[in-house]
């Protein structure tokens, strides 16, 4: 791996506090809505009611395609940081709001399913 890419700060934290908010994410939805199983409401809105309701199983693509951004934007950083170092922070601070708005989305349905 790149050594510049762990030699900032940033960079890790940024890492560990994004794998964090995913492995939150993935347990609150395991615990919440796959382990009880059967149907659940996938999609709200205000004026429509409940758009989507579907199996349990479902829900797991919220924090499955987080952890994808999360791997495919550390790949990126760690191949742009020997290069422009600034352009790899911005990519790791990106990461950390997409895990912050998967776990937003999974505390939705949690909260919509109880």
């Known amino acids: 791996m790149s ?9 890790q ?3 560990y ?3 964090f908010l995913n492995v939150l ?3 609150l939805l395991v615990w919440k809505i796959v382990l009880p199983g ?3 409401i996938l999609h709200y809105t205000v004026y ?3 758009d989507i309701y579907d199996d349990a199983r479902y829900a797991i693509f919220i924090p499955l395609v987080a952890l994808v ?3 495919i934007n550390t790949v990126l950083s760690i191949l742009t ?3 422009d170092r600034e352009i790899a922070q911005i990519i790791m601070g990106v990461t950390v709001l997409i895990q912050i708005f998967a776990l937003v989305a999974g505390t939705i349905i949690t909260l919509v399913n109880t």
Do not use: C, E, P
């Open 17 to 19: 506090v994004s794998a």
């Open 69 to 71: 951004f999360l791997i």
């Open 38 to 40: 059967g149907s659940v």
């Open 48 to 50: 429509l009611g409940v």
């Open 13 to 15: 934290s940024s890492l």
């Open 81 to 83: 940081s020997k290069n």
């Open 3 to 11: 050594s510049s890419f762990w030699q900032s700060r940033f960079n």
């Open 25 to 27: 994410t993935w347990g």
